[in-house]
T-cell receptor, first 111, second 116 residues
Framework: ELKVEQNPLFLSMQEGKNYTIYCNYS?????LYWYRQDPGKSLESLFV?????AVKQEGRLMASLDTKARLSTLHITAAVHDLSATYFC???????????FGTGTRLAVRP | NAGVMQNPRHLVRRRGQEARLRCSPM?????VYWYRQLPEEGLKFMVY????????ESGMPKERFSAEFPKEGPSILRIQQVVRGDSAAYFC??????????????FGNGTRLTVT
């Protein structure tokens, strides 16, 4: 069974600082998604990473994928309050399989 | 272009009652997925449906839970004889192509079920 773990589970960071969220998964996969969820809201797709070494950037967020290490990172640069949310990674093993979510990382950016 | 529509947004049921959650996928999407999110946890897959077919129900509890996606109308997730442990947010997602391997899932705003 595919297991997806994120750390940290909770992250409180100051505005302007940098930090990285880690997503580890247990079996071979070459497709990984990052989602954002605001409290009481739905999930918004941020990135899809399709191959080893893939890197995607949008604003202050950058995601990367290392399929050999079974690791994805979400790097936050110069955090701002608007980035406060819960971030989920989600992995799919192969075509026809279901999407398995990580436990989520709740990010709180304080002034 | 309306997104995935779920209703109701909030649903309160007493123990033993039935809960019906509805999901209308995005226009042009024929694949629907239901996920459950317990407080402070990630989303857990429940079931994947296409029109009139259940493709994967490996995440559905064996009893009391059922799902359908009829030819006409929304997908329905039905929970019979609800218990307190069913309290959660239930999210529906849709995609135009089969499976999240081929395209990102688009999620609805969820139905928050509270069982008293």
């Amino acid at each position: 069974e595919l297991k997806v773990e994120q750390n940290p589970l909770f992250l409180s960071m100051q505005e302007g600082k940098n930090y990285t969220i880690y997503c580890n998964y247990s079996t071979t996969s070459d497709r990984l998604y990052w989602y954002r969820q605001d409290p009481g809201k739905s999930l918004e797709s941020l990135f899809v990473l399709l191959s080893n070494g893939a890197v995607k950037q949008e604003g202050r967020l950058m995601a990367s994928l290392d399929t050999k290490a079974r690791l994805s990172t979400l790097h936050i640069t110069a955090a701002v309050h608007d980035l406060s949310a819960t971030y989920f990674c989600a992995v799919i093993k192969s075509s026809g399989d279901k999407l398995t979510f990580g436990t989520g990382t709740r990010l709180a950016v304080r002034p | 272009n309306a997104g995935v529509m779920q209703n109701p947004r909030h649903l309160v049921r007493r123990r033993g009652q039935e809960a019906r959650l509805r999901c209308s996928p995005m226009k042009g999407h024929s694949h629907v997925y239901w996920y459950r999110q317990l407080p402070e946890e990630g989303l857990k897959f429940m079931v994947y449906l296409q029109k009139e077919n259940i493709i994967d129900e490996s995440g559905m509890p064996k009893e009391r839970f059922s799902a359908e996606f009829p030819k006409e109308g929304p997908s329905i997730l039905r929970i019979q004889q609800v218990v307190r442990g069913d309290s959660a947010a239930y999210f529906c997602a849709s995609s135009p192509l089969a499976g999240p391997y081929n395209s990102p899932l688009h999620f609805g705003n969820g139905t928050r079920l509270t069982v008293t």
